[in-house]
């Protein structure tokens, strides 16, 4: 059974993702997307001299979105389209909105739907919002949002304070978020590394606040084989070349787009950071295709269109981590 390296963050603190639009934070993305990873590592890679070749750096291994886990138990994310999924005792008139609400499946139950086996749930296992669970035994919610009311601090005498409000997202102590990579060797090594010190300096907006602190714990993840495999799962965002987009059969194809671009707010050049980038959609995390063909995305570059001497490249990556299941959703 195929073994992948996991990332772990652990001990977060209060985490806000940006949604792209400016001074605008009393709402967050709801999820980590993987390019916001890699190229948060390849920001920090840069900062310590690596600047020419950062491309090539996000080209070099892919990673998943980022997912929540309890304790030992990892989560994944759920399947686009209806699932096999019914729950005992119940007609499906009486448990369809949740299972439509479902964002995150119990890895062990993961495993049997990517195999495509149907599943029959106690009530129990979905009483926690957005997760099907293995069992609900000393299971919480992992996080929890709160906005709060913050007042800006004045730059100068003759300003006045002004109240605006903050969406944080805080995890539990016993939770936090992973993600999976095929990075091997050396080059794991070297993402480990770039982890901590995004841990250190913190990931999304208000890192000067404290906001986006983590610790780094490193682990596998063992997934199925699947025998008679006829889709591909997306477990991150992606962009194909232009030559794949015929092996995705996207008339049969369930997936979810997002548009990602929003500013360049990590830039070392203060005033370049209200400059927009350019956008672009991408297929997300759990879109399934009726196809098992290699996928290899790519990397795009986002620079916004402006003559300015301070200007640099801004990269996503949008090569797929993927796996080969076997499902009847429709």
């Not at 903050?166 to 095929?182: I, P, R």
Request: net charge positive.
């Amino acid at each position: 059974m195929p073994k992948y390296n996991i990332v772990k963050l652990t001990n977060l603190t209060p985490l806000h993702i940006g949604t792209g639009k400016q001074n605008q934070y009393d709402s967050a993305a709801a999820d980590l997307h993987s390019d916001t990873l890699s190229a948060a590592l390849a920001a920090l890679r840069a900062q310590r001299g690596n600047t020419n070749d950062t491309e090539a750096f996000l080209n070099s291994f892919t990673l998943s979105s980022a997912f929540p886990f309890w304790g030992n138990t990892l989560f994944l994310p759920r399947l686009q389209g209806k699932m096999p999924v019914k729950v005992a005792g119940k007609e499906e008139n009486e448990y369809g909105k949740q299972l439509k609400k479902l964002k995150y499946i119990d890895a062990a139950l993961w495993n049997e739907l990517v195999k495509g086996k149907s599943l029959t749930v106690e009530p129990s296992q979905l009483e926690v919002e957005e997760f099907l669970l293995k069992t609900d035994k000393d299971f919480e919610q992992p996080f929890k949002s709160q906005i709060n009311r913050r007042i800006t601090a004045p730059r100068t005498g003759n300003q006045d304070a002004e109240p605006f409000f903050f969406h944080w997202t805080y995890y539990h102590a016993k939770s936090g978020l992973y993600c999976l990579t095929d990075a091997q060797g050396a080059k794991f090594d070297e993402t480990v590394n770039l982890f901590k010190l995004l841990g250190e300096t913190g990931l999304g907006t208000d890192k000067n606040s404290g906001g986006g602190k983590f610790e780094v714990e490193t682990d596998t993840i063992t997934l199925p084989d699947v025998t008679g495999a006829n889709h591909t799962l997306l477990l991150s965002l992606y962009i194909p070349e232009e030559t794949e987009m015929p092996k995705l059969r996207l008339s049969a194809a369930q997936y979810g787009l997002t548009l990602r671009g929003g500013y360049m707010a990590g830039s070392s050049e203060e005033h370049l950071r209200y400059l927009r980038k350019r956008s672009v959609y991408m297929f997300t995390a759990g879109s399934l295709f009726p196809t098992t063909a290699k996928l290899k995305g790519k990397t795009v570059n986002l620079t916004p269109d402006r003559n300015d001497e301070g200007i640099h490249p801004v990269y996503r990556s949008g090569k797929p981590f993927y796996l080969p299941v076997k499902t009847n959703v429709s």
